[in-house]
């Protein structure tokens, strides 16, 4: 039997900022008593879940965890937020962007930083092309950050901006007045 991964969990991380870092993005961050199951968690043990607009952790959940969570939770289109239990969906660029995400978020967290989450993703065994998740980031993750700053989650500066992905823009077609076809 193996030792798990050291990483930073839950129980050691400032919990109300985490919380109001969540509540930004509209969702409530709700603690699970040690030993139960975590409810909306995708692969189960540890694993944070998410059902609605609740992400759901233990003191025993890593952080990384959470904070992939939640960047799925932003990143994903309201369609599929209104119906969320379990599983996220979504294509491999939007995973990418979850990644990416969850980096520029653990920097917003009192004694996170991305440096240390860089080094928990690679010791949980996040896997990218280049190897290790910082080289990823540094150097391979263009089109995360580019479908990011399209979706309007992060800024110019790679600032998250705050807001969760927004529904398509749909093109409306109005009619003139006095007219029953909409103009071409």
């Not at 599983?87 to 990418?96: H, I, N, R």
């Not at 979850?98 to 065994?125: E, H, K, N, T």
């Not at 080289?135 to 993750?141: I, P």
């Not at 109005?174 to 029953?180: E, T, Y």
Request: hydrophobic share 40%; with cysteine.
């Amino acid at each position: 039997m193996t030792a798990a991964p050291a990483v930073l969990l839950l129980n050691a991380t400032d919990r109300v900022a985490l919380a109001l870092l969540l509540a930004r993005y509209g969702m409530q961050l709700t603690l699970v008593a040690p030993g139960e199951g975590i409810p909306g968690s995708y692969w189960g043990h540890s694993e944070a879940g998410l059902k609605a607009d609740r992400l759901y952790a233990r003191l025993d959940t890593p952080v990384h965890s959470v904070l992939h969570e939640a960047s799925h939770y932003v990143c994903m289109t309201p369609e599929r937020r209104a119906g969320l239990d379990r599983d996220a969906g979504g294509d491999d660029l939007e995973e990418s962007a979850v990644c990416y995400l969850q980096l520029l978020l653990a920097d917003q967290l009192p004694g996170i930083g991305r440096a240390r989450l860089l080094s928990d993703m690679d010791a949980w065994g996040y896997s990218f092309r280049l190897g290790s998740t910082r080289t990823w980031f540094e150097g391979d993750a263009a089109d995360a950050r580019q479908w990011l700053r399209d979706h309007g989650v992060i800024d110019d500066e790679d600032r998250p901006t705050g807001a969760v992905r927004p529904a398509p823009h749909r093109r409306q077609c109005l009619a003139l007045p006095g007219s029953s076809r909409p103009p071409r």
